[in-house]
């Protein structure tokens, strides 16, 4: 112990020279990571004021709420969407029409039919019959791709086309 005592009291100078290095460079070290702190604060509250004066918490808070309105109408068009998806179906939107020469002695194709439906087959068949002399025009109705009433061979045909269109 009397040996460690008089190394330390040789070597004092070079001890308190040694310690006071370390303490400057913990000097540095300390004034250097405030530099770095400030700055690092400078940013922080220049990001927590946010803009016009609301701070980042409150502008978070604000678009969540803005986010979750989103959703709401968002949700809400897909189910307006699915009621306007089965309404559609009871709308016209299967339509085919024929042509044709009801009678050799009239010249062009001047007769029709045509089948007006919508989604589950049910609509119209409407048929005009031109002659010489006169002119005919039919409406049968159309309930689930059949007619109660007997249709002529263009008029299935123009049928069979119509529940076939998607």
Do not use: Q, W
């Not at 250097?32 to 700055?39: E, G, I, Q, V």
């Amino acid at each position: 112990m009397e040996n460690l005592i008089k190394i330390i009291n040789e070597n004092s100078a070079f001890i308190i020279i040694g310690l006071l290095v370390i303490v400057l460079l913990l000097l540095i070290m300390v004034l250097a990571l405030m530099s770095t702190t400030k700055k690092l604060e400078k940013k922080y509250r220049k990001m927590m004021r946010g803009v016009n004066n609301k701070n980042l918490e409150e502008l978070i808070t604000s678009k969540l709420d803005d986010i979750d309105k989103a959703i709401g109408k968002s949700e809400e068009a897909l189910n307006k969407c699915e009621v306007i998806k089965e309404e559609i179906k009871g709308c016209v939107n299967k339509v085919a029409i024929m042509r044709y020469k009801a009678f050799p002695d009239v010249g062009s194709d001047l007769s029709f039919s045509i089948a007006i439906l919508d989604s589950y087959n049910d609509g119209v068949m409407i048929t005009g019959i031109y002659s010489r002399h006169d002119s005919t025009t039919y409406a049968k109705p159309v309930d689930k791709g059949i007619s109660r009433y007997e249709l002529s061979e263009e008029e299935t045909y123009v049928l069979n086309e119509a529940i076939n269109k998607k």
